[in-house]
Nanobody
Framework: QVQLVESGGGLVQAGGSLRLSCAAS????????MGWYRQAPGKQRELVAD???????NYGDSVKGRFTISRDNAKNTVYLQMNSLKPEDTAVYYC???????????WGQGTQVTVSS
């Protein structure tokens, strides 16, 4: 049974920071690209950042220079450090796992991030 469990969301003032964590189980973590996506009310889900099994990160344009994605394969955990948060970062943030070869794509339940102005 695959589980992706996000934590670390909450309410923060603009300019503040949060660190999201996603603990994975039921997958071979090291063989997956791990990603963070977000969805704001009335908007489509969008990529925030992902990181390949080799540790190569990729960021959405709106978060470049402010967010950092990292992974710890020993702990089966991916992190998203979010700095200089803006009200437009407010969304539900979802963890995602995609196997590098096979069509396996899993989602977490999401964690709410709210940035007040």
């Amino acid at each position: 049974q695959v589980q992706l469990v996000e934590s670390g969301g909450g309410l923060v003032q603009a300019g503040g920071s949060l660190r999201l964590s996603c603990a994975a189980s039921g997958i071979i973590f090291s063989l997956n690209t791990m990603g963070w996506y977000r969805q704001a009310p009335g908007k489509q889900r969008e990529l925030v950042a992902d990181i390949t099994r080799f540790g190569i990160p990729n960021y959405g344009d709106s978060v470049k220079g402010r967010f950092t994605i990292s992974r710890d394969n020993a702990k089966n955990t991916v992190y998203l450090q979010m700095n200089s948060l803006k009200p437009e970062d407010t969304a539900v943030y979802y963890c995602n796992a995609q196997h590098w070869r096979f069509p396996q794509n899993y989602w977490g339940q999401g964690t709410q991030v709210t940035v007040s102005s």
